[in-house]
């Protein structure tokens, strides 16, 4: 019988060590060193490296899963819910190393199936909600292409982490994600849709200091 706060304990030393070095150069002994902690104690939690792999992801999906809907259930309108699920997004992008996500790939294609079916289904179909809420509301054009832009707006996330076309002492956080937004947003806004821009977008500068 395992003890919940080891694996808890573990899962977390796991996901922090993922999302800096990637799964690949991790090993259990390196968990185990992180958490000062036998092997011994973690296989009595999980039963090999896979299953921490596929626990963190699983955590981790539920977890952004439960930071979308808190932004879509807040009262707030379309253009304030899109500039805030993109700079929780970009967030999570930027704090974890691109190698996590070539690793996911190549070596743990079933947790990578999982995270792709989390984009494809739970974003994607969150995106068009709040798209199609604004333009009932007019605040986008009703001539918007949902299932588009809702890809489009992903790609934009994923970019966002970029370091090869956006360079850290060259564009800063700030300037990286109002760019990516100003992109994003000003050519779908109706007038109204355009001020509320406006508007949220300074407090999203005020947000990123």
Not at 47 to 68: C, H, M, R, S
Not at 167 to 188: E, R
């Amino acid at each position: 019988m395992y003890n919940s706060e080891n694996r808890i304990k573990i899962l977390t030393s796991a996901e922090s060590l993922f999302r800096k070095y990637g799964t690949r150069s991790i090993s259990m002994d390196d968990i185990a060193h992180e958490l000062n902690m036998s092997k011994k104690t973690i296989y009595k939690s999980f039963a090999d490296k896979n299953e921490i792999v596929y626990q963190v992801i699983a955590a981790f999906k539920k977890q952004l899963e439960g930071l979308v809907e808190a932004i879509i259930d807040k009262p707030a309108n379309p253009v304030h819910q899109l500039v805030r699920i993109f700079i929780c997004l970009t967030s999570m992008v930027r704090e974890t190393n691109p190698s996590l996500i070539y690793d996911l790939q190549k070596y743990h294609e079933n947790v990578w199936l999982i995270l792709q079916g989390f984009r494809d289904d739970f974003l994607v179909s969150k995106v068009k909600a709040v798209l199609l809420d604004g333009i009932r509301k007019q605040y986008f054009s009703p001539t918007l292409d949902v299932n588009f832009y809702a890809t489009f707006f992903l790609a934009a996330v994923q970019l966002s982490g970029n370091e090869k076309l956006f360079p850290p002492a060259k564009y800063s956080q700030q300037a990286l994600t109002i760019n990516l937004l100003d992109c994003l947003l000003v050519g779908i806004g109706t007038k109204k849709g355009s001020r509320a821009y406006e508007k949220h977008k300074l407090n999203a500068l005020q947000s990123l200091d």
